[in-house]
């Protein structure tokens, strides 16, 4: 096409040329599948009194035991008074137990307590199937493909993070 835009060839489009209204399609279905992704543990979390800056905490803190406070705040990108007051209420509700540091007493270590850890499974067991269901229907290629385009959309830090997680040393 003359115009800048993508030619549609045999129904497949080329994806090195996206129209901006291909763009908006692909932020709407982000939209609403963060919806979906979400809804099941914010239902969850809703009986608790908790919100999915709890959902976070747990996540992570299941993810890298141990994980210190200042590496939770830098995964998150949240204040330090913001996760203090989602950890002082995971902890005095039992779900997650602060250590000292034994090399540096000024560390707080993190981790989930057995009741942490039944809520945490919980709430991943939900998204779990969600995901499941939708990698099943979707295909090897396509989740190959989703996961590429996730890590292109995450700054480098956050990158980082990410890929320091899958390898175990979060």
Avoid: C, W
């Avoid at 209204?21 to 279905?29: M, S, T």
């Avoid at 543990?41 to 035991?65: C, E, K, Q, T, V």
């Avoid at 991943?124 to 979707?138: F, G, I, L, V």
């Amino acid at each position: 096409m003359s115009d800048g835009r993508s030619a549609a060839a045999t129904g497949s489009e080329t994806l090195l040329f996206l129209t901006d209204e291909q763009l908006r399609q692909g932020i709407e279905a982000m939209f609403f599948a963060y919806r979906g992704f979400t809804a099941d543990p914010d239902r969850i979390l809703a009986d608790y009194g908790y919100g999915r800056a709890h959902h976070r905490a747990l996540h992570f803190i299941n993810g890298a035991p141990g994980t210190t406070v200042n590496n939770l705040l830098s995964i998150l990108g949240v204040t330090k008074q913001s996760l203090n007051r989602v950890l002082r209420t995971l902890i005095a509700d039992g779900l997650v137990e602060s250590r000292v540091g034994r090399s540096d007493k000024r560390e707080r270590h993190l981790y989930l307590t057995e009741r942490g850890e039944a809520l945490e499974r919980q709430l991943s067991d939900a998204q779990r199937a969600r995901m499941r269901a939708a990698y099943r229907a979707a295909g090897p290629e396509a989740v190959a493909g989703f996961r590429t385009v996730l890590e292109a959309m995450m700054d480098p830090e956050m990158r980082r993070h990410y890929r320091a997680l899958r390898e175990g040393r979060g």
